[in-house]
């Protein structure tokens, strides 16, 4: 994977694989950071990866790994003085993405949400010491994609489902049986709540999240659908804050495919 960590006195860009996770100046010029995997903890059998990549706090970068760890890095104003300052020990799958609040998280809703390969979320309060506010249990299925805005957790699952809950309570608040095949990707627009879902069964759709000013009820609407033909969709993206274009991708292409309103 790869990411650019907004943070407020930097941009880094942090690649992660099985080797380990890197950490680069925005252009790509400069190494900042290296971090090696220890494979040496795992089973023979058993892959070693980091997977999911977030910036929080103001200050921290944190990334997941194949073992279900969560590590905080701590990331100095300039320089390449980076140091591992927390790891989050609550997963007992390996992660699959990590995602910061894209809005204004309303009080007590955390900041940072973190997924694995069971199904299972954690909703965090970022800090000099990080907090578990809430883990979402797991129904059966692995949560391949999650994003955090205005409090609302989006989540998309293998069985091709898109479940949205309350990042302060952990309560289920919508369900969307979104695509037919495995939700590859998410993506949010944070200035208007739309939601991209890209998934195997070639489409990629467009929804509106949003509260309802009367009940606070979390609503899920759906906007637009786009079928790539014979694409298994991996990357879905959008290309501004607004969500008035995206881009897609999918296995065994060199092309990407850019979407506007």
């Keep these: 994977q790869a990411t650019w960590c907004v943070l407020p ?58 073992s279900g760890l969560v590590l905080v890095f701590d990331i100095p104003h300039k320089g390449t003085n980076v140091t591992v300052s927390e ?7 390996a992660i699959t993405d990590i995602a910061a609040e894209l809005g204004q998280a309303p009080d007590g809703a955390g900041d940072l949400v973190t997924a694995d390969d069971a199904g299972t979320l954690c909703v965090w309060s970022s800090g000099e010491e990080f907090t578990l506010l809430n883990k979402i249990p797991a129904f059966g299925c692995t949560c391949s994609s999650v994003k955090l805005w205005n409090g609302i957790v ?21 369900e969307v049986s979104a695509h037919a095949r495995w939700i590859y990707a998410l993506d949010l627009a944070p200035l208007t709540g739309k939601l991209l879902s890209g998934a195997e069964d070639s489409f990629v759709h467009v929804w509106k999240l949003s509260r309802n000013p009367d009940t606070d009820d979390v609503e899920i609407e759906h906007c637009h659908a786009e079928c790539v033909t014979d694409t298994q969709i991996c990357g ?10 995206f881009a897609v991708t999918g296995y065994d292409l060199s092309e990407i495919f850019r979407y506007s309103q």
């Excluded at 990866?49 to 970068?61: T, Y």
């Excluded at 790891?87 to 799958?93: F, P, S």
């Design 236 to 245: 879905a993206r959008f290309c501004d804050p607004e969500g008035c274009s």
């Design 87 to 93: 790891v989050l020990e609550e997963h007992h799958d």
């Design 9 to 66: 006195s930097r941009v880094l860009l942090v690649l992660t694989s099985q080797k380990g996770i890197q950490m680069y100046e925005s252009d790509g010029s400069v190494m900042v950071y290296w971090h090696a995997l220890d494979i040496a903890e795992h089973p023979p059998a058993q892959a070693v990866f980091a997977r999911g990549i977030a910036a929080a706090g103001g200050r921290f970068i944190c990334v997941g790994t194949s």
């Design 154 to 174: 989006a989540a998309g699952y293998g069985n091709g489902q898109i479940r949205l809950y309350e990042a302060a309570t952990g309560v289920l608040r919508a």
